[in-house]
């Protein structure tokens, strides 16, 4: 029996460390099991690339070069090699993780269902990524119009957050077609280490890009007060803009913590999982602004600093609680006080007990919900109604 064809699009690159790009091939392998399916991405580069389902990833991999020019360039380049594509070759169904993708897959797809997977939405994130669009309401309003349709559009919806369900709920979209599929983690790779850490410094990790919304500034500000009773080092860890990297060096140097917060590139998952088993404590400083608390997210870095058997601190959010509970799985902080996160952190540097019985509690916390495996069986029962 011939397979149903299906087209995963997404606008982001795979060969970065990013936990996108983790996400999409988990989701692309577990597609692959019950379609014929082409994943299309970005490539950064001269020419495009195609490689055949098979070794190393058991679907066809089509990735387009786009232009070294602004965001906007990028994305015509896209939306013009994803139409070339689409008007060549028909699909059953077309899953897309943004409007970039989903305005060609609508306009050009035929009579492919079409799937929203709705991770981030471009009317709320854009104004963080680029700042000078923030006093475009012409621009911001076309984007939500167009993400508005989309999700109308669209057959299903997948949310890795039921925050983010949520907010498009009250968008007008119907509630039955929302599906929530958390984002998961390969407990197995990030295992508790065999050994404990030495008990100081008291080492921190932060796993993930520089993002405005991502709040580090506060942890630096909450370590500089701390700094007294608390010999605390920070490892910051993932892919960042430049002119993002050199922002946080200044305010670190300005805070006079250049020997305590160490900035890393991205790493590879193992290399990453390693790096995570040497801290005593995983931390998500995120900031309570639309993209954190209206939006919602779910944060691969708290799956695997908790898979790790990590002792976790995370800003008190509703998308954060929605993973890990107060007190049992993490301590939370007010994401508005300095001195919250101060009094956190302290709590955790003198608690050798409470970082080990918090970080046993997250582990079996993901083990119990938060798996790819777990997220890969969301999605095939999705797509067992989808392709019937």
Same mark, same amino acid.
Request: contains cysteine.
């Given at each position: ?19 996108? =790009?983790? #996400? ?5 392998? =577990? ?25 190393? #990833? ?15 360039? %990028?994305?015509?380049?896209? %939306?013009? &090699? ?52 923030? @006093?475009? %309401? ?13 999700? +109308? =559009? ?22 039955? *077609? ?5 984002? @998961?983690?390969?407990? =197995? ?9 030495? @008990? ?8 993930? $890009? ?31 803009? &430049? ?10 140097? &300005? ?17 990453? +999982?390693?790096?995570?088993?040497? +801290?005593?404590? @995983? ?7 639309? !993209? ?29 609680? $929605? ?12 994401? !508005? *006080?300095?001195? #919250?996160?101060? *009094? ?26 938060? $798996? ?17």
């Amino acid at each position: 029996m011939e397979r149903p064809r299906v087209l995963y699009a997404s606008f982001d690159e795979l060969t970065a460390a990013k936990g996108a =790009a983790v #996400h999409i091939r988990q989701f692309a392998g =577990a597609i692959a099991e019950v379609a014929d399916l082409t994943l299309v991405s970005v490539r950064c580069g001269r020419h495009d690339s195609q490689s055949p389902a098979g070794a190393p #990833h058991p679907y066809r991999h089509i990735e387009l070069a786009v232009s070294e020019g602004n965001f906007l360039d %990028r994305v015509m380049d896209f %939306r013009r &090699k994803l139409a070339a594509l689409l008007r060549a070759e028909s699909f059953r169904l077309i899953q897309f993780r943004s409007i970039w993708e989903g305005a060609v897959a609508a306009a050009l797809g035929g009579e492919a269902a079409l799937v929203y997977e709705a991770n981030g939405l471009p009317s709320i994130e854009l104004k963080y990524l680029y700042p000078a669009v923030a @006093g475009d %309401r012409a621009l911001l309003h076309k984007l939500r119009n167009q993400e508005l349709s989309l999700l +109308a =559009a669209a057959r299903r919806i997948l949310t890795p957050s039921p925050v983010t369900a949520q907010f498009i709920a009250g968008q007008g979209i119907r509630a039955e *077609k929302i599906r929530v599929i958390p984002n @998961g983690v390969d407990a =197995a790779l990030f295992s508790p280490p065999a050994a404990e850490p030495p @008990g100081r410094p008291l080492r921190l990790l932060y796993a993930g $890009t520089l993002a405005p919304w991502q709040g580090l500034e506060m942890l630096y500000r909450a370590m500089r007060a701390a700094s007294s009773a608390c010999d605390a080092r920070l490892w910051v860890v993932g892919a960042s803009r &430049k002119q993002w990297l050199r922002r946080h060096r200044r305010l670190v140097e &300005k805070l006079g913590l250049a020997e305590r917060v160490e900035f890393r590139e991205a790493l590879p998952q193992p290399e990453l +999982a390693a790096l995570v088993g040497q +801290a005593h404590v @995983g931390v998500a400083p995120l900031r309570a602004n639309d !993209r954190n608390t209206l939006q919602g997210c779910c944060p691969l870095k708290l799956l695997e600093y908790a898979a790790a058997g990590r002792a976790i601190l995370a800003a008190d959010l509703p998308a954060v609680r $929605t993973v890990l509970e107060p007190g049992v799985h993490a301590l939370l902080y007010n994401p !508005r *006080k300095v001195s #919250h996160l101060r *009094k956190a952190l302290l709590e955790l540097a003198a608690d050798e007990e409470l970082r080990r019985r918090l970080g046993q509690a997250a582990r079996r916390r993901v083990l119990d919900r938060f $798996t790819w495996q777990c997220a890969r069986h969301q999605l095939l029962d999705c797509y067992s109604e989808l392709l019937q």
